[in-house]
C-alpha cells in the first residue's frame, strides 16, 4: 500500500512565495491593520464609503412631509425640532444634529420623499 507524504512546512513556504510574488495582490487597511489580499473586482468598483455630512439632514424612510417648522435663515440649536415626516401612520419628528443656520430647504409641505432624499441644509 501506497502513502502520500506531504511536508506541510515546504508546503507553506512555496505558498508564502507565492504570495509574496504575485503582483496581482493589494493591500486591503482595516482599522490600520494592512492586509495584503485578492481584491474582486465587484469590491474595487463598489461605492466608496462616504462619512455622512451633519449638514445635510436627510430622510431615513419614505414619507410625506407633514409639517415645516423652520424658515431659510433661521439660526438652530442642536435637537431643535426641523420638520414632521409621516412614514407607515407614524409622526416622526426630525431635530437638528448640530447648532447651525437653515442654509435651504429642499422640500415643501406636503411631499412625499423616498429615503434618502435631502430635505433641509445647514450651514
Do not use: C
Request: charge should be positive.
Amino acid at each position: 500500500m501506497d502513502f502520500l507524504h506531504f511536508d506541510l512546512n515546504q508546503i507553506i513556504h512555496q505558498t508564502m512565495a507565492k504570495i509574496e510574488n504575485n503582483e496581482a495582490l493589494k493591500f486591503l487597511n482595516i482599522d490600520e491593520s494592512l492586509y495584503k489580499t485578492n481584491i474582486s473586482r465587484k469590491f474595487e468598483n463598489r461605492k466608496k464609503y462616504q462619512p455622512k455630512d451633519p449638514k445635510m439632514i436627510l430622510s431615513f424612510i419614505p414619507g410625506t412631509v407633514l409639517d415645516i417648522m423652520v424658515i431659510e435663515g433661521k439660526h438652530v440649536e442642536m435637537g431643535d425640532l426641523l420638520m414632521i415626516l409621516d412614514a407607515m401612520k407614524m409622526q416622526n419628528k426630525l431635530k437638528s444634529s448640530i447648532a447651525g443656520r437653515i442654509k435651504k430647504i429642499h422640500v415643501n409641505k406636503g411631499d412625499k420623499v423616498s429615503k434618502g432624499t435631502l430635505l433641509i441644509e445647514l450651514e
